[in-house]
Nanobody
């Protein structure tokens, strides 16, 4: 069974930085495409960033240039470095992967950006 566990959320001031991490188990991590999604309060969940197994990355246009996704295949972790955080980045952030045609999600970590 695939397990994803996020960490690193918290309260940060406008313009500050946070680094989220997701620890994965139960899969061939180096072969998995890993994603970050977020669910802002009162809004729909949205895709934030992806890092594919070959290292290619994709970003939500609103975070491009501020967020950086990376992975460590030796530790089975994926990170999301978030800089210049804005109040609209406030959300619960989820780690996600689709493995063997099944979606797996972590429980999420809350990021709150104060204005």
């Amino acid at each position: 069974q695939v397990h994803l566990v996020e960490s690193g959320g918290g309260l940060v001031q406008f313009g500050g930085s946070l680094r989220l991490s997701c620890a994965a188990s139960g899969l061939r991590f180096s072969l998995a495409h890993m994603n970050w999604y977020r669910h802002p309060p009162g809004k729909q969940r949205e895709f934030v960033a992806q890092i594919r197994s070959d290292g290619e990355t994709n970003y939500l246009w609103r975070v491009k240039g501020r967020f950086t996704i990376s992975r460590d295949n030796t530790r089975n972790t994926v990170q999301l470095q978030m800089n210049n955080l804005q109040p609209e980045d406030t959300a619960t952030y989820y780690c996600h992967t689709n493995w063997m045609d099944e979606d797996f999600w972590g429980l999420g970590t809350l990021v709150t950006v104060s204005s």
